[in-house]
């Protein structure tokens, strides 16, 4: 029997869906067939293009998967109540009953099937032989990738999970159990190895927003890393790493090594400019630093700038960049750990917000817990989305998935796991933070650092930790990095009483000061904060405002501001790693009896 789909809605598993067993009961009134659907190259196409629409959902990597499911840890923090929903999924406070559970589930392997329809008809499809063979073996492997790219998140998120390769027949038994994460990691692993020559590097595709051979290869570094790395298992509940872990560092370190080797990918030399140029609705295409983006259309899709980045709390009927919510929060601590000289620092983070007609204001200075990732800014936006577009939520700045800095950490992070700090090594922590620092003082804090932090294998791989906190902060990376290291509870442990003690002036943070000086620039558009990392004796300077820094808070802000963090601390148990979530009600009610939440400590 000829199995029939849609164009825009492909036939979903019946775990992923508690209404799909009554939809197959149903006779489609689609006479597109598979066969016609892969009849040519323009078909073809837009079959593996309603695999990437579904990344572009509200319920995927527009909002929880980009947010929520990646908070809390010791970078970026969720600061509300636990309300059953998004803030509740940051705070590991979830049953699964649990609001916005099963969405992403869902979307997550819809998308996975319909992957699979392309990747059992494109072989053998008229295509696939002959003029456009070329091209219809970029799309298998960008299908392939794809794919590969939700089990990563499914299984970061709910460790052992039903494992489909094969589209949906009729007469399929719908019903499927968790497959082992070590088993679908291993698969998914050799399967992007297999399709790595099919996918052109992006300085042949010109475009981020589609999968390129740089992608695939990153991704199967991460996914390796993931694999190596620490999780807690099904069952057992153990912290443990792949049972192959060890082989599993050396695919991570030659495919990172192909990369950097190839010369397809460089360092943008200006850091700030890599986001400034998502924000202009542009890609890098000189130095082709990121590697994929999720591709979000303006006022349609995608909250970058919005709920995540700076805060733009504007009143005036007509604010010059409209409101952005940056309901995704960052711990003073973060800002303080930077080298008061690393040029990452006031680009990811900074002390000033937007208020009144876009006019930076000091309510940061005061506001205590209103640090926001701000490598996403609504100002930056170009063109500007004030005006008639001041309550606009979807911004459409694309959303990063991967950079080539990231491919030179995880090179060094292998290396060192595999042969300890060497030369190769050190070259490739280097290059991050030449880039982080001017020039001239590259003696010192690139040469003399990099030598310091290599005297040992774990030294050195301390450094990494600090690096990729440094370098990715507000990209919502920091969480799986955590996980693999077995680092989540101890790292957000020490977030939490670096807070406390900011504010209680602990000789340890004796660089933060007491009050912060500070005036309005360039008509107002930015602000000069002029002892940010030390402080002053005088009581007043001419032409600057003087404003209460944290160790100076009130008794009654202290103890709001300590709950903030506690909040953050109290809902991740160290003892158990509860790290990941419980699959939801529905989903399990529909399985058939084959899925349960023995992930859940």
Same mark, same amino acid.
């Given at each position: 029997?000829?199995?029939?789909?849609?164009?825009?809605?492909?036939?979903?598993?019946?775990? &992923?869906?508690?209404?799909?067993?009554?939809?197959?009961?149903?006779?489609?009134?689609? /006479?597109? /067939?598979?066969?016609?659907?892969?009849?040519?190259?323009?078909?073809? /196409?837009?079959?593996?293009?309603?695999?990437?629409?579904?990344?572009?959902?509200?319920?995927?990597?527009?909002?929880?998967?980009?947010?929520?499911?990646? *908070?809390?840890?010791?970078?970026? %923090?969720?600061?509300?109540?636990?309300?059953?929903?998004?803030?509740?999924?940051?705070?590991?406070?979830?049953?699964?009953?649990?609001?916005?559970?099963?969405?992403?589930?869902?979307?997550?392997?819809?998308?996975?099937?319909?992957?699979?329809? %392309?990747?059992?008809?494109?072989?053998?499809?008229?295509?696939?032989?002959?003029?456009?063979?070329?091209?219809?073996?970029?799309?298998?492997?960008?299908?392939? /990738?794809?794919?590969?790219? *939700?089990?990563?998140?499914?299984?970061?998120?709910?460790?052992?999970?039903?494992?489909?390769?094969?589209?949906?027949? $009729?007469?399929?038994?719908?019903?499927?159990?968790?497959?082992?994460?070590?088993?679908?990691?291993?698969?998914?692993?050799?399967?992007?190895?297999?399709?790595?020559?099919?996918?052109?590097? &992006?300085?042949?595709?010109?475009?981020?927003?589609?999968?390129?051979?740089?992608?695939?290869?990153?991704?199967?570094?991460?996914?390796?890393?993931?694999?190596?790395?620490?999780?807690?298992?099904?069952?057992?509940?153990?912290?443990?790493?792949?049972?192959?872990?060890?082989?599993?560092?050396?695919?991570?370190?030659?495919? %990172?090594?192909?990369?950097?080797? =190839?010369?397809?990918?460089?360092?943008?030399?200006?850091?700030?400019?890599?986001?400034?140029?998502?924000? $202009?609705?542009?890609?890098?295409?000189?130095?082709?630093?990121?590697?994929?983006?999720? =591709?979000?259309?303006?006022?349609?899709? @995608?909250?970058?700038?919005?709920?995540?980045?700076?805060?733009?709390?504007?009143?005036?009927?007509?604010?010059?960049?409209?409101? =952005?919510?940056?309901?995704?929060?960052?711990?003073?601590?973060?800002?303080?750990?930077?080298?008061?000289?690393?040029?990452?620092?006031?680009?990811?983070?900074?002390?000033?917000?937007?208020?009144?007609?876009?006019?930076?204001?000091?309510?940061?200075?005061?506001?205590?817990?209103?640090?926001?990732? %701000?490598?996403?800014?609504?100002?930056?936006?170009?063109?500007?989305?004030? @005006?008639?577009?001041?309550?606009?939520?979807?911004?459409?700045?694309?959303?990063?998935? &991967?950079?080539?800095?990231?491919?030179?950490?995880?090179?060094?992070?292998?290396?060192?796991?595999?042969?300890?700090?060497?030369?190769?090594?050190?070259?490739?922590?280097?290059?991050?933070?030449?880039? =982080?620092?001017?020039?001239?003082?590259?003696?010192?804090?690139? +040469?003399?650092?990099?030598?310091?932090?290599?005297?040992?294998?774990?030294?050195?791989?301390?450094?990494?930790?600090?690096?990729?906190?440094?370098?990715?902060?507000?990209? &919502?990376?920091?969480?799986?990095?955590?996980?693999?290291?077995?680092?989540?509870?101890?790292?957000?442990?020490?977030?939490?009483?670096? *807070?406390?003690?900011?504010?209680?002036?602990?000789?340890?943070?004796?660089?933060?000061?007491?009050?912060?000086?500070?005036?309005?620039?360039?008509?107002?558009?930015?602000?000069?904060?002029?002892?940010?990392?030390?402080?002053?004796?005088?009581?007043?300077?001419?032409?600057?405002?003087?404003?209460?820094?944290?160790?100076?808070?009130?008794?009654?802000?202290?103890?709001?501001?300590?709950?903030?963090?506690?909040? +953050?601390?109290?809902?991740?148990?160290?003892?158990?790693?509860?790290?990941?979530?419980?699959?939801? #009600?529905?989903?399990?009610? #529909?399985?058939?009896?084959?899925?349960?939440?023995?992930?859940?400590?």
């Amino acid at each position: 029997m000829k199995k029939y789909i849609e164009i825009l809605v492909l036939i979903s598993i019946i775990f &992923m869906s508690y209404s799909c067993e009554n939809y197959l009961e149903t006779e489609s009134n689609s /006479t597109f /067939t598979e066969e016609n659907a892969f009849s040519n190259l323009d078909f073809a /196409t837009k079959e593996v293009l309603g695999i990437y629409s579904n990344f572009t959902s509200v319920d995927l990597y527009d909002y929880f998967l980009g947010l929520y499911f990646k *908070c809390d840890n010791d970078i970026e %923090c969720v600061l509300g109540a636990n309300d059953g929903g998004k803030y509740s999924l940051a705070h590991y406070a979830v049953d699964e009953g649990t609001s916005y559970l099963e969405e992403p589930w869902n979307l997550l392997y819809q998308s996975i099937e319909r992957a699979n329809i %392309c990747i059992d008809n494109l072989p053998g499809s008229p295509i696939w032989e002959g003029e456009y063979e070329n091209e219809a073996r970029q799309l298998y492997g960008e299908a392939v /990738t794809l794919r590969a790219l *939700c089990y990563y998140e499914l299984v970061s998120l709910w460790g052992d999970v039903p494992f489909q390769i094969k589209s949906t027949q $009729a007469g399929d038994d719908y019903y499927l159990p968790k497959t082992g994460r070590d088993s679908i990691y291993e698969y998914l692993i050799q399967d992007l190895k297999d399709v790595e020559d099919y996918v052109p590097w &992006m300085t042949e595709t010109q475009t981020a927003e589609r999968v390129n051979k740089g992608f695939v290869k990153g991704l199967r570094a991460r996914m390796a890393l993931a694999y190596a790395g620490y999780s807690l298992r099904n069952g057992t509940h153990e912290t443990r790493r792949g049972r192959y872990w060890e082989d599993y560092y050396k695919i991570a370190n030659q495919e %990172c090594l192909e990369i950097m080797n =190839a010369g397809k990918h460089q360092l943008n030399p200006d850091f700030e400019n890599i986001f400034k140029t998502l924000h $202009a609705y542009s890609q890098d295409l000189a130095y082709h630093e990121v590697f994929f983006e999720i =591709a979000f259309g303006r006022l349609i899709s @995608g909250r970058v700038g919005q709920s995540i980045g700076m805060r733009f709390t504007t009143s005036p009927a007509e604010p010059k960049y409209g409101r =952005a919510a940056g309901e995704i929060r960052i711990p003073p601590t973060y800002f303080y750990s930077f080298d008061t000289e690393d040029i990452r620092r006031n680009v990811s983070i900074e002390l000033y917000d937007y208020n009144d007609a876009g006019f930076p204001s000091q309510q940061r200075l005061v506001g205590r817990t209103n640090f926001t990732p %701000c490598k996403w800014r609504r100002s930056w936006i170009t063109p500007s989305m004030g @005006g008639d577009q001041k309550s606009a939520t979807y911004t459409g700045v694309n959303w990063p998935l &991967m950079r080539y800095a990231d491919i030179v950490l995880m090179f060094a992070e292998s290396e060192n796991e595999i042969n300890g700090p060497t030369q190769a090594a050190k070259e490739a922590l280097s290059l991050i933070r030449q880039r =982080a620092f001017p020039k001239e003082l590259w003696s010192s804090k690139v +040469v003399n650092y990099v030598d310091s932090v290599s005297t040992s294998k774990e030294s050195f791989f301390n450094a990494i930790v600090d690096e990729r906190g440094w370098e990715f902060g507000g990209e &919502m990376l920091r969480k799986y990095d955590l996980v693999r290291w077995n680092l989540l509870g101890e790292k957000i442990r020490i977030m939490e009483e670096g *807070c406390k003690k900011i504010i209680n002036d602990d000789p340890e943070y004796a660089n933060v000061p007491e009050y912060i000086f500070w005036k309005y620039e360039d008509d107002n558009e930015t602000m000069d904060i002029l002892n940010p990392d030390y402080r002053l004796p005088e009581t007043s300077i001419e032409s600057y405002t003087r404003s209460t820094w944290l160790p100076r808070l009130s008794d009654s802000q202290k103890a709001s501001f300590i709950t903030n963090f506690e909040r +953050v601390a109290n809902g991740y148990d160290e003892a158990k790693n509860n790290h990941l979530y419980p699959i939801a #009600a529905d989903i399990i009610s #529909a399985s058939n009896g084959l899925l349960n939440n023995d992930q859940i400590p």
